[in-house]
């Protein structure tokens, strides 16, 4: 089975704090992405990668950066958090351009 | 503009009422669209991909079907364990800077009760 694994399922971070969002597929996935998802607006996507070292922005990139040095692991960054960045975090995994994409349990990320 | 929207937002069945979930896309290049099912707390659960229009493809109660403009979920005689929010999404080709996107709707919140 595909797994992708998330760093942490809850998180409780400061205003203004730098954060890691750390996301593992063990399936040799090209693609990765980083979603999140808030009630009534649904799965946004902040951004994505289809190769090492690539990176391309989402729908909603403001306030975050990423990182993919290795294939298997793609990294979230929130260089300074905002409370307005509490959210439920998503990372997913897709093989080639067109197939499904799996997700990893979620991240629920609180900025206090 | 790419879009995917989902209807109802939310739909409540007995047990064993059949009803369908409807997913309306506009993108230009589609690569594949997904069904998923998630649970509260939990990550979306991957269910179905359809490619080209007139495609099925079916689980247990659920069915999926395809056109140029649309797909449907299908839930035939559901159970309470049915109960969950169904997601669509649609991978699209970007023109500009290569790679695709995978874009999701909203959701429909099904319950089902006894």
């Known amino acids: 089975d595909v797994k992708v694994t998330q760093s942490s399922r809850y998180l409780v971070k400061r205003t203004g704090e730098k954060v890691f969002l750390e996301c593992v597929q063990d399936?040799?996935?090209?693609?990765m992405f980083w979603y999140r998802q808030d009630p009534g607006l649904g799965l946004r996507l902040i951004y994505f990668?289809?190769?090492?070292?690539?990176?391309e922005k989402g729908d909603i990139p403001e306030g975050y950066s990423v990182s993919r040095e290795k294939k298997e692991r793609f990294s979230l960054i929130l260089e300074s958090a905002s409370t307005n960045q509490t959210s439920m975090y998503l990372c997913?995994?897709?093989?080639?351009?067109?197939?499904?994409?799996?997700f990893g349990q979620g991240t629920r990320l609180t900025v206090v | 503009e790419d879009q995917v929207t989902q209807s109802p937002e939310a739909l409540r069945l007995q047990e064993g009422e059949s009803s369908s979930l409807n997913c309306s896309y506009t993108?230009?290049?589609?690569?594949?669209l997904f069904w998923y099912r998630q649970d509260p707390g939990k990550g979306p659960e991957f269910l179905f991909t359809?490619?080209?229009a007139g495609e099925e493809k079916e689980k247990e109660r659920l069915k999926a079907t395809l056109t140029k403009k649309e797909s449907f979920l299908h839930i035939t005689a559901p159970k309470p364990e049915d109960s969950a929010t169904y997601l669509c999404?649609?991978?699209?080709?970007?023109?500009?800077?290569?790679?695709?996107?995978?874009?999701f709707g909203t959701g429909t919140q099904l319950k089902v009760e006894l």
């Open positions: 997913a995994s897709s093989h080639q351009e067109n197939t499904e994409a799996f």
């Open positions: 399936m040799d996935h090209e693609n």
């Open positions: 990668s289809y190769d090492v070292k690539m990176k």
């Open positions: 993108v230009s290049g589609l690569r594949g």
């Open positions: 359809l490619y080209s």
């Open positions: 999404a649609v991978r699209f080709y970007i023109l500009t800077g290569g790679g695709n996107k995978l874009t």
